[in-house]
């Protein structure tokens, strides 16, 4: 069989093909098409095929993924929607957590709350109330809720989110309104808050509900265009889509719960790292994923990702499991620029797509990281995207002339160093985010680095971070890409319990997790999937009482009751995040997950080791930060397995490059990583 997989970025659309049968694989990039995304994403489908000279009935899977969700929240692009819910509720998105701050920057006196995701005259009251037990206080009135279907029905309203108090308890008063809803609109995407997001906590449930609806409408018509447009190019394949868990999922499954796109681009390539590190037995890994508009940082421990629950996008909460990734406006497409204090800046707006940095040649005139790092030969002109996009050398030149260096007084090479300097603190920053306020020495970790740009920064940071050991996955700048052919798929399920230890009766725990696992399993025999071939993940979200916030702990199998395992396994992380626990304070259970994992990805195959030196490919000038260097310049494609270059040199390939310095030396192992061990 052969796989393709498409991750649909914000200044390319990516495109991996793989041949399960040989374990060749081919690789294109195509520009993203922000207006049409799906037009790029065929585009780089017929491109593919024309590079791996196969054709479309051939391909037997494709793995998807996109930033469409995001970018949608972020611009305010969703579909317009309605919020139905409890009457003297339809304030709560615009209360919010006012205790908490959701907001980037505390301190920030000039931030603006991001506008209502709800209108106000479309956040409508139904009366009906429930207790915090679940109990019926007041009687759904089924009767407005068929007044309010007849006034969306009049209006453009394209989707309806349902969220009553306490739902996440008993779900009957839900139930009954979403049945009425879709039965008087049935053009309107409607979903309700105990199929999205089951948990307590009222404002995050709404907040979930309503992006969910929001995306629902556009994001169903994007992915059935793009399943008819590819039945059209002769695709009979499976088409799954990246979820924000790290995991593929069937098309119907996400066109009901838009919600798990969210981070789907970035979670492919952690879903490629975490092969990446099971085929070389690397337990623990730093992940930085440097693409065009963003540094994104992941970890991965014992082999598998931190993952959370909860997350702000754009100021706005999000409850659902997701990777936990870490972003900084530091892509190769930042901006770069002087402030009203005369201070260099980068990002956060990227050049994007269109036009692209000044390097592109299609308009831009604003500096990015991508156009200094071409300035300081950090990149080649004539060998990028393998030769196939050269880029304008006098254009980037000119931009950081014109836009920096005169204004800071300095020289072209002097100011884009200053930029380079900049952008690697910046994403040092980002990676100590997310290992030392976490309790994690960075030093005991490897550092695993794609994304187009990743690798030209990827010595720097491991140096600034004390890492010791980097690695460079085959294909880095299409990794994302490459992760949709190898994931496996993943399905997620919670329930709410909300006692603490000491109240939850014996055996309940273990009951709550075995409805869930028959519940996972009814939907994966539903799908054509084998229960026996699944695995399951148990996990549990805790707190200590009075704590605002949980902490989510994975539970190995053991005991029928493993409420002594969860208190450990709490107290454990508590401990290691806050440096303290409290022994004297009752433990909180406040949900159960389980998620099912079906081994579908490609796992591939080692090489045998035929170590042989390898021929200089040219040379190129490279500026240091302590002068100018004529480097050796190496073709990847050309190191066999068990290879060596020797720093100081360049290591290029059609998606990135790898500057190695004088101490510096790169190895080819057999699963075709480069790894490079840093002096201590």
């Known amino acids: 069989m052969k796989r393709i997989g498409i991750d649909v970025g914000g200044t390319f659309t990516d495109v991996v093909l793989i041949d399960d049968a040989t374990g060749r694989v081919w690789s294109t990039k195509v520009p993203t098409t922000p207006r049409d995304r799906v037009v790029g994403a065929l585009e780089g489908f017929r491109k593919i095929l024309d590079v791996s000279q196969s054709h479309s009935g051939e391909i037997g899977f494709l793995g998807h993924g996109t930033t469409m969700a995001t970018n949608m929240v972020v611009e305010g692009k969703g579909a317009p929607t309605a919020l139905v819910t409890t ?108 199929e999205v ?68 681009g970035p979670a492919g390539g952690v879903s490629a790292a975490i092969r990446t590190c099971e085929r070389s037995e690397i337990p623990n890994a730093i992940l930085g994923d440097m693409g065009g508009t963003t540094f994104d940082v992941s970890l991965i421990r014992d082999y598998r990702p931190e993952v959370r629950g909860k997350s702000l996008l754009h100021s706005y909460v999000v409850r659902s499991p997701t990777i936990d990734i870490d972003s900084v406006g530091a892509g190769g497409g930042s901006i770069a620029w002087i402030d009203a204090g005369g201070g260099l800046r980068i990002g956060p707006e990227s050049a994007g797509a269109d036009p692209g940095p000044a390097c592109y040649g299609r308009g831009g005139t604003e500096p990015t990281v991508t156009d200094c790092n071409l300035v300081l030969g950090y990149v080649d002109a004539g060998s990028f995207l393998g030769g196939e996009f050269r880029l304008d050398e006098a254009a980037a030149h000119r931009a950081v002339e ?101 109240d939850l009766r014996d055996g309940a725990v273990a009951a709550s997790f075995a409805d869930l696992e028959t519940l996972g399993t009814a939907e994966m025999r539903r799908a054509g999937l084998d229960p026996g071939a699944v695995r399951t993940v148990r996990r549990a979200d805790c707190r200590y009482v009075g704590q605002p916030d949980v902490i989510t702990v994975d539970l190995a199998e053991g005991p029928d009751d493993p409420r002594d395992a969860i208190g450990r396994a709490f107290e454990e992380a508590h401990l290691r995040l806050w440096n303290f626990t409290s022994p004297d304070k009752a433990i909180v259970i406040a949900n159960v997950r389980i998620q099912l994992v079906a081994p579908t990805g490609w796992r591939g195959q080692a090489a045998p080791v035929a170590a042989s030196a390898p021929a200089v490919a040219g040379r190129r000038r490279v500026r240091f930060a302590e002068g100018d260097a004529d480097l050796d310049v190496f073709q990847r494609a050309a190191i066999p397995v068990g290879g060596r270059i020797q720093g100081p040199s360049v290591i290029e390939e059609p998606s990135t490059c790898i500057v190695l310095k004088a101490s510096q030396t790169a190895v080819v192992d057999r699963n075709m990583n480069l790894v490079i061990e840093l002096a201590a």
């Open 87 to 194: 009457r003297g509720f339809r304030d709560i998105l615009e209360l919010r957590r006012a205790s908490r701050h959701d907001r980037a920057d505390l301190y920030d006196l000039s931030f603006a709350n991001p506008r209502p995701l709800v209108e106000r005259r479309w956040r409508l009251e139904v009366t009906e109330r429930l207790r915090f037990d679940g109990a019926v206080e007041t009687p759904l009135d089924l009767g407005q809720v068929r007044d309010l279907a007849a006034q969306i029905a009049a209006s453009d309203v394209e989707a309806v989110a349902v969220v009553f108090l306490h739902a996440h308890v008993n779900p009957a008063h839900e139930r009954a309104a979403v049945e009425e809803l879709r039965r008087l609109l049935p053009d309107r995407f409607v979903c309700a808050s105990h």
């Open 197 to 264: 997001n089951p948990e307590p906590m009222e404002y995050e449930r709404a907040s979930s509900t309503v992006i969910n609806a929001m995306l629902g409408p556009v994001c169903g018509r994007y992915i059935r265009r793009l399943g008819g447009a590819l039945e059209e190019h002769g695709f009979r394949g499976t088409l799954m889509f990246m979820q924000s868990n790290g995991g593929l999922a069937a098309p119907a499954l996400v066109a009901d719960r838009p919600l798990v796109l969210l981070e789907s």
């Open 402 to 502: 014109e836009r920096l260096a005169k204004p800071l007084g300095l020289s072209v090479q002097d100011a884009a160093q200053a930029v380079r300097a900049i952008a690697n603190a910046l994403m040092a920053q980002a990676i100590r985010i997310m290992t030392v306020e976490r309790g994690y020495d960075p030093r005991e970790f490897s550092y695993i680095c794609y994304g187009g740009a990743g690798p030209v920064h990827a010595l720097d940071l491991a140096e600034a971070m004390g890492i010791g050991r980097v690695i460079i996955p085959p294909l880095p700048g299409l990794f994302s890409a490459f992760g949709m052919t190898v994931a496996d798929q993943q399905y997620d399920y919670q329930a709410s319990l909300e006692r603490t230890l000491a």
